[in-house]
């Protein structure tokens, strides 16, 4: 049974920092990209930030871009996303996704259960 599980979310105030863990697990992740979205309420989920496997392509969405860091240990088939200077805005439930290949989506093939994150202004 594959499983993304999320750890590392809680409440911080504007200014701080986080870092979000996603340990996979069930299968080999050889070749699958991996990544972080995010849904606020009342809005939609969103994309954050993706790595692909030999962490040689890395993108993020423009808001978190100079804030946010994504990273990964094949080897603990885990990956990290380190969040700085973090906002109000920033507040959501963010989660974990794997794809095959080289493209993250909101069609991903797996999916964690989210993580929390509360930025205080």
């Known amino acids: 049974q594959v499983q993304l599980v999320e750890s590392g979310g809680g409440l911080v105030q504007a200014g701080g920092s986080l870092r979000l863990s996603c340990a996979a697990s069930g299968r080999t992740f050889y070749n699958y990209i991996m990544g972080w979205f995010r849904q606020a309420p009342g809005k939609d989920r969103e994309f954050v930030a993706a790595?692909?496997?030999?962490?040689?392509?890395?993108t993020y969405r423009d808001s978190v871009k100079g804030r946010f860091t994504i990273s990964r240990d094949n080897a603990k088939n885990t990956v990290y996303l380190r969040m700085n200077s973090l906002t109000p805005e920033d507040t959501a439930v963010y989660y974990c996704?794997?794809?095959?290949?080289?493209?993250?989506?909101?069609?991903?093939?797996?999916w964690g259960q989210g993580t929390q994150v509360t930025v205080s202004s």
């Open positions: 790595i692909t496997w030999t962490g040689g392509t890395i």
């Open positions: 996704a794997a794809n095959r290949g080289l493209v993250l989506s909101s069609a991903s093939e797996y």
